[in-house]
Nanobody, 118 residues
């Protein structure tokens, strides 16, 4: 079974930076998409950024120009560089993996807390 392990969350002041990392392990096969979602208290989980195995990216409008997603296909890892952080970026960030089989299974990490506050 696939497992996703996240790291890099923490407390940072507005304007600061954090880098999140996610490592996938297990029975991973087929073309896949990896990405990051976030969920603030009382709000819907939303897409932050995603990246296909071929390098295509998708960003939420709220993070464009500030966040950058990258991945290492050989290692099945994905990272999210977050710059110019704002208090509204505060949320639990989740790593997501979708495998492109006919079943299209989706796997989630446990989440890592990002808090942007003075």
């Amino acid at each position: 079974q696939v497992q996703l392990v996240e790291s890099g969350g923490g407390l940072v002041q507005p304007g600061g930076s954090l880098r999140l990392s996610c490592a996938a392990s297990g029975s991973i096969f087929g073309i896949n998409t990896m990405g990051w979602y976030r969920q603030a208290p009382g709000k819907q989980r939303e897409l932050v950024a995603s990246m296909t195995e071929g390098g295509g990216t998708n960003y939420a409008d709220s993070v464009k120009g500030r966040f950058a997603i990258s991945r290492d296909n050989a290692k099945n890892t994905v990272s999210l560089q977050m710059n110019s952080l704002k208090p509204e970026d505060t949320a639990v960030y989740y790593c997501k993996l979708e495998i492109g089989t006919v079943y299209r299974p989706v796997y989630w990490g446990q989440g890592t807390q990002v808090t942007v506050s003075s």
